[in-house]
């Protein structure tokens, strides 16, 4: 079997497995780990694949763990953090979407008493037990991002009218709207943007620009992008271009409440 003929039948293999082990493909294929690991490497550089540990996944379907993202630009985070924390007024209720910067925000939450916090994300709900009334959605919690998904997650935020929902976004694209790797998650944020009187988009920099496989919204289906100064300026400017109102926040000081 010719090299270019054994990478495509592995794409065949990633399309029905979603998941493949080097060992696994070196055994179907009658070749050394080290020529799988190499086909991987090419195929990853190609955007095909992403790479995992021992194996590969489909570019559209790989996610960052929780931890790996957590500690992933979190100066940006707590910048956004800071600028959403003082948009909520006292007395309100918001929804806070599983992700590290949602996680941010939620500590910046920590000493508010006075609102209401209702959560898909495992993480949030430990940080804020205790600490504020807090709501949490039922659902199947999903490995990578400890967010709760699914049917019963989907129905419970369908029954919620919150103040604000603060909804994170692996890509944020003026041509491609707001975007997430999975279909769930996707359907999930969607019931989010919904069920807000005002829709809030947090986003580090790292994520304008950039299209993920599944869509969530459009521009117009949200009220306020909230992201860091080290946005691309000509990214910034086709977003507000496209109708989007986006607040920069600053790495350097806390940002002013936004009107």
């Known amino acids: 079997m010719l090299a270019a003929e054994r990478r495509h039948r592995i794409l065949d293999v990633l399309a029905s497995d979603e998941r493949a082990e080097v060992p696994d493909l070196a ?4 070749v050394s780990e080290s020529t799988i690991r190499r086909d991987l490497q090419l195929l990853s550089q190609d955007g095909a694949v992403e790479r995992t540990r ?6 559209t379907r790989y996610e960052p763990s929780f931890v790996d993202k957590e500690g992933a630009n979190r100066q940006q ?25 949602t996680l941010e925000l939620a500590r910046a939450l920590r000493g508010r008493s006075d609102v209401t916090v ?12 205790g600490r504020v009334r807090l709501v949490l959605t039922g659902g199947t919690v999903r490995e ?10 989907e129905r419970s935020i369908e029954q919620m009218h919150v103040d604000i929902a603060f909804v994170g976004m692996n890509g944020v694209s003026a041509s491609a709207g707001f975007t997430t790797p999975t279909w769930e998650e996707a359907a999930t944020k969607a019931r989010m943007i919904a069920a807000a009187r005002v829709a809030v988009v947090l986003a580090d920099s790292s994520k304008l620009g950039a299209v993920t496989f599944a869509r969530v919204a459009g521009l117009d289906e949200v009220d306020l992008l909230i992201t860091d ?28 409440q936004i009107a």
């Open 144 to 153: 990578s991002t400890l967010a709760l998904i699914g049917p019963l997650a």
């Open 54 to 59: 021992g194996g590969a996944v489909p570019a």
């Open 118 to 129: 209702a959560t898909n994300s495992v993480p949030i709900a430990v940080e804020l037990g």
């Open 229 to 256: 100064d080290g946005a691309p300026a000509s990214e910034v400017e086709a977003l507000r271009t496209g109708g989007l109102r986006v607040d920069v926040a600053s790495t350097a000081q806390p940002v002013a």
């Open 77 to 101: 985070k707590q910048a956004i953090a800071r600028a959403a924390a003082a948009i909520v007024e006292p007395g309100q209720t918001v929804f806070l979407d599983a992700g590290t910067t």
């Open 27 to 30: 055994r179907r294929f009658d």
